[in-house]
Every structure is written in C-alpha cells, then in structure tokens.
C-alpha cells in the first residue's frame, strides 16, 4: 500500500474508532502556584540590625542590606515579587537603584532568590553565588533536587563564582562565605563585622538547616544528604558569630515586627546549630525506621 492510502486508513479507522475508556478518564489537574505565608509577603519598614546592616524584607523574610563606603550590598531578597517593596525600602535609607553593588544569597530558592533577576535588571548589581547555587539560579529553580519545578522564578546568570572560605571585599566591608550544604547543595553562610554601640559585632547569615519534607535516608539524587548535613552543624557552630540571623527570622527567633525589640530573643550559632541537629536526627532516626 503507497503510504499516502496507509496514512489515510489509519485516519479514518482511528475517527471511526471510540477512545476506549475515554469518558471515564479524569480531567488534567489545575496548575498551582506558589503560595506561602501572609507574613512571607508583609512588608515592613527598615529594621536596624547594627550600624550598617538593615533588614528591608518582609516580615517573614530575610534581605539585609548592607550599606559600605562605596555603595549597598543585599544578602537575599525574598519573593518574585518584593522587588519594589525592596527598592522602596533602599529609598528610605537613601541608597538609590545605582548605588546597589552585590547580591549575595543563601541559597537558590525562590522565597529568597526570587528578586533577583529583576534587581539585576533594575539595579545593575552584580550576582555572587558558589557553583551549585549559580546553576540553579540559572534554571530559575526548575529541578530543584526535592521539589522538581515547583517553586520556579525568573532565572538570573551568576556574575561571580566564590570557592568556600573566600572574602568578597566592597566598600571596606569583608564578607566570607561558609559553605554548609544541606538544605540546598548550595547552602552557605555569610560572616562580616559590623559595629553596635560603639562596639565590633561579628554578624553570621546562616542558610536554613531544615529538610522539609526531604528523603533523607538513601536519597539516589543526593547520596551525602546526610553528612553534608552533620558537617553543615559543625560549620555553624563554629562561625565568628555574635549575631546570628537567618533567612527564615523565626528560626533564629528573629521577630522583625517587634521593631527596635527584633532580635531580643535571638538565638547564638551553635544554639541553632543543636536545635537544627536534633530535628535532623530524629528525622532521618524516623525516616529509616519506616524503610525497614
């Protein structure tokens, strides 16, 4: 048979043939945002971390921005969609779009990297990220290790990649980065010294030590999840840290609504690091138990 009369009987056999089991097929499922909490979405007016460090976030998210003699840095900046809530608040402080030099972050999700892209845009800061952060901005989130594509954002290229313990210099500020894998394989830490009361502070941004919802135990796509993680404790506890913040303030027991009283309850490094350690244990000690 000349393929032109194959092609046309298979047609008409498959428009005279019933789908079978069509009609009772169910319909696609709707496509879900990312939704999350009101809080996450709050802004608030610029809360005074130390003398040159301000937290102009939201009040359930963390983005510091940190003011040098030669312009801003901004450690993280929350949702997609803070961006003009972040730029309002750099206003306040008098530091105008050009004047934002870095973006650092702690790790590459969109409750916290969502902005950037945008701010890269708008600003002309530059992106600096380590090697496992940078290739997950560039794919937005997308095939995120535990979430899938879940909770993409507007992809951003990395300006500069920085190795573990590296100093990033601007304005006569020293930012080191810690790595502490774990909760993304590009999780990090940020230390630098600010001033308080006429006094150093040796402020730590430490990344989330939490595994919501992870596989934990034998994970094919992560098989050093686990030490990671027990080394990532470590790391933190031993961080020159006399203020410690994180990217998620309550976990730090931060509350940025409770103004010049935000961090009056606030924990040390190595009080997050054993509360962290302990949930991951008995995670991971409940999650093996199921596998048996």
């Not at 701010?119 to 899938?148: I, Q």
């Not at 590009?186 to 006429?198: C, I, K």
Request: glycine letters at 8%; hydrophobic letters at 40%; proline letters at 7%.
């Amino acid at each position: 048979m000349r393929p032109c009369l194959l092609a046309c009987s298979l047609l008409t056999c498959l428009l005279s043939s019933p789908l079978t089991g069509s009609a009772a097929e169910p319909p696609l499922p709707q496509l879900e945002a990312y939704t999350v909490d009101v809080s996450w979405r709050q802004p608030i007016a610029p809360v005074r971390i130390a003398d040159r460090t301000w937290q102009i976030g939201t009040e359930g998210l963390t983005a510091l921005l940190v003011l040098t003699d030669d312009g801003a840095v901004l450690i993280d900046g929350g949702m997609p969609q803070a961006v003009d809530a972040l730029l309002a608040n750099m206003a306040r402080l008098e530091v105008a779009p050009a004047d934002l030099r870095l973006l650092l972050s702690s790790h590459a999700h969109a409750d916290h990297a969502g902005p950037f892209a945008a701010l890269k845009r708008r600003t002309g800061a530059r992106l600096v990220a380590n090697a496992e952060s940078a290739v997950l901005f560039a794919r937005g989130g997308s095939d995120d290790l535990h979430f899938g594509d879940e909770i993409t954002y507007p992809p951003v290229q990395t300006d500069r990649i920085v190795m573990d313990r590296e100093v990033v210099t601007q304005g006569g500020v020293d930012f080191t980065v810690h790595f502490v894998p774990g909760h993304t394989p590009g999780s990090v830490a940020w230390t630098w010294t600010d001033t308080r009361d006429g006094r150093p502070v040796r402020i730590a941004y430490v990344d989330s030590l939490s595994a919501p919802g992870y596989r934990l135990h034998d994970n094919p796509r992560y098989p050093r999840l686990v030490d990671d993680y027990r080394r990532s404790f470590h790391v933190v506890r031993a961080l020159p840290c006399d203020l410690l913040l994180t990217p998620h303030p309550g976990a730090s027991h931060w509350d940025y609504a409770a103004g010049d009283a935000a961090g009056a309850k606030a924990l040390t490094c190595a009080a997050y690091a054993d509360g962290a350690e302990a949930r991951f244990e008995a995670q991971l000690a409940e999650a093996q138990a199921k596998s048996r």
